[in-house]
């Protein structure tokens, strides 16, 4: 069992920033932020593994960056130039094993998640 303890979430005004932090209790080769909105279905928001790859919704690039920390198992989340379409529950989700293809990973194929925490952007 791999424990995650997520924080970083809140409310901010649009065009500000969060900075999330993940911190797993072992080492996991994938680290990744997922975000589910009200009414909406679970997406990938930014995935990297341990090599240094890295995968990004569309709908973020350019605004988000995730990043590693390995020696201390965690995993950062820099979000700027927020929108109220950001509003969301962000998880932390881990994945032990190598993929075949970090961009074509599911949601399904990670093995653990984080309880989430809530961002808000208010307009």
């Known amino acids: 069992q791999v424990q995650l303890v997520e924080s970083g979430g809140g409310l901010v005004q649009a065009g500000g920033s969060l900075r999330l932090s993940c911190a797993a209790s072992r080492s996991m080769y994938v680290m990744g932020w997922f975000r589910q909105a009200p009414g909406k279905q679970r997406e990938l928001v930014a995935a990297?593994?341990?090599?240094?790859?890295?995968n990004y919704a569309d709908s973020v690039k350019g605004r988000f960056t995730i990043s590693r920390d390995n020696a201390k198992n965690t995993v950062f989340l820099q979000m700027n130039s927020l929108t109220p379409d950001d509003t969301a529950v962000y998880y932390c989700?881990?994945?032990?094993?190598?993929?075949?293809?970090?961009?074509?990973?599911?949601?399904?194929?990670?093995?653990?998640w984080g309880q989430g925490t809530q961002v808000t952007v208010s307009s």
């Open positions: 990297a593994s341990r090599g240094g790859s890295t």
């Open positions: 989700a881990v994945r032990g094993r190598p993929p075949s293809s970090l961009r074509r990973l599911t949601a399904s194929e990670y093995d653990y």
